[in-house]
């Protein structure tokens, strides 16, 4: 089955840039989409069909998506980005959603 | 606004049953495939079913295949998963998401506030 591989934790300072990597092979060949999940609360939509944002998402949050990587972008991070982010795909060929790992973003 | 409820968790022994159950307002619960996605506590997301708009499509995890299995009534606007055979690592949070369009491939773009699951004896 597709695997996504994420990095356990990622820091960075306030008004700094957070890079968040989803690993996969060739990931760039597939849309990926990513969440953001604050403690005790359900995940939100955050970037979809790798660089698209939903409505109410600040245009901090971007995405990109080539090769064997995919990377949610933060820029100007703010304390209230402080969350677990996951990416996903479907994988056609087992015909499933799959998520990735998740990265704790930790704003210092 | 699109809401998600879900509800039908709690405790239960491992090889018993239960059955969740979501429902959907704010938009056309016809017009989309609708998923279910757990989390274990203190764990990431796991996908464990989706079903297309008119249930003609439908998919599982390996790790629940053959012991849940997801429906949907449209004229009611509900999800649901009967799980059976439940074991210990069954045991999460279990979030009923609206997919983006009509088919399972698409991704999940809202989720409910889930219910929980615990198997234990």
């Known amino acids: 089955s597709y695997v996504l591989t994420q990095p356990p934790s990622v820091s960075v300072a306030p008004g700094q840039t957070a890079r968040i990597t989803c690993g996969g092979n060739n990931i760039g060949s597939k849309s990926v989409h990513w969440y953001q999940q604050k403690p005790g609360q359900a995940p939100v939509l955050v970037v979809y069909d790798d660089s698209d944002r939903p409505s109410g998402i600040p245009e901090r949050f971007s995405g990109s998506n080539s090769g064997n990587t995919a990377t949610l972008t933060i820029s100007r991070v703010e304390a209230g980005d402080e969350a677990d982010y996951y990416c996903?795909?479907?994988?056609?060929?087992?015909?499933?959603?799959?998520f990735g790992g998740g990265t704790k973003l930790t704003v210092l | 606004e699109v809401q998600l409820v879900e509800s039908g968790g709690g405790l239960v022994q491992p090889g018993r049953s239960l059955r969740l159950s979501c429902a959907a307002s704010g938009f056309t619960f016809d017009d989309y495939a609708m998923h279910w996605v757990r989390q274990a506590p203190g764990k990431g997301l796991e996908w464990v079913s989706g079903i297309s708009w008119n249930s003609g499509s439908i998919g599982y995890a390996d790790s629940v295949k053959g012991r849940f299995t997801i429906s949907r009534d449209n004229a009611k606007n509900s999800l649901y998963l009967q799980m059976n055979s439940l074991r210990a690592e069954d045991t999460a949070l279990y979030y009923c998401?609206?997919?983006?369009?009509?088919?399972?491939?698409?991704?999940?773009?809202?989720w409910g506030q889930g219910t929980l699951v615990t198997v234990s004896s």
């Open positions: 998401a609206k997919a983006a369009e009509l088919g399972y491939s698409n991704y999940p773009d809202y």
């Open positions: 996903q795909v479907w994988d056609s060929s087992s015909d499933h959603q799959v």
